[in-house]
């Protein structure tokens, strides 16, 4: 199998992982985001990716990068100890991914 053909297959595994998920709990607002920093890293050129994003979801820039954003930040936040997303609004991850780790903090303690 050439690069290109496996390439194309993990991308289509993950559109296929991503797809059921655009309804969206917490968690999937988080697991859509990982799997979409993948697709980026697998894509080399941004158009491409946001051609990738669009033509599988329909979605846009500000989109795809509010979902990378909740990956981003709560990894870098929490590591392995992920907070259990599951209570909480997909919109209010978005916003809890631009706030300082103290408030952060205090809408995860709440929310559990």
Same mark, same amino acid.
């Given at each position: 199998?050439?690069?290109?053909?496996?390439?194309?297959t993990r991308l289509q595994e993950l559109a296929e992982n991503i797809r059921p998920?655009?309804?969206?709990?917490?968690? %999937?607002?988080?697991?859509?985001?990982?799997?979409?920093?993948?697709?980026?890293?697998? @894509?080399? +050129? *941004?158009?491409?990716?946001?051609s990738w994003c669009y033509e599988q979801f329909g979605m846009g820039k500000s989109?795809?990068?509010?979902?990378?954003?909740?990956?981003?930040?709560?990894?870098?936040?929490?590591? %392995?100890?992920?907070?259990?997303?599951?209570?909480?609004?997909?919109?209010?991850?978005? @916003?809890? +991914? *631009?706030?300082?780790?103290?408030?952060?903090?205090?809408?995860?303690?709440?929310?559990?």
């Open positions: 199998m050439n690069a290109i053909t496996i390439v194309e998920r655009l309804k969206r709990s917490g968690q %999937d607002v988080y697991d859509i985001g990982v799997a979409l920093r993948e697709a980026h890293g697998l @894509l080399t +050129a *941004e158009r491409q990716f946001l989109s795809a990068y509010n979902f990378m954003k909740v990956a981003d930040v709560f990894e870098e936040r929490y590591g %392995d100890n992920l907070p259990n997303f599951g209570n909480i609004a997909p919109s209010a991850l978005y @916003l809890l +991914a *631009e706030a300082n780790e103290t408030v952060t903090d205090a809408a995860i303690s709440i929310s559990d």
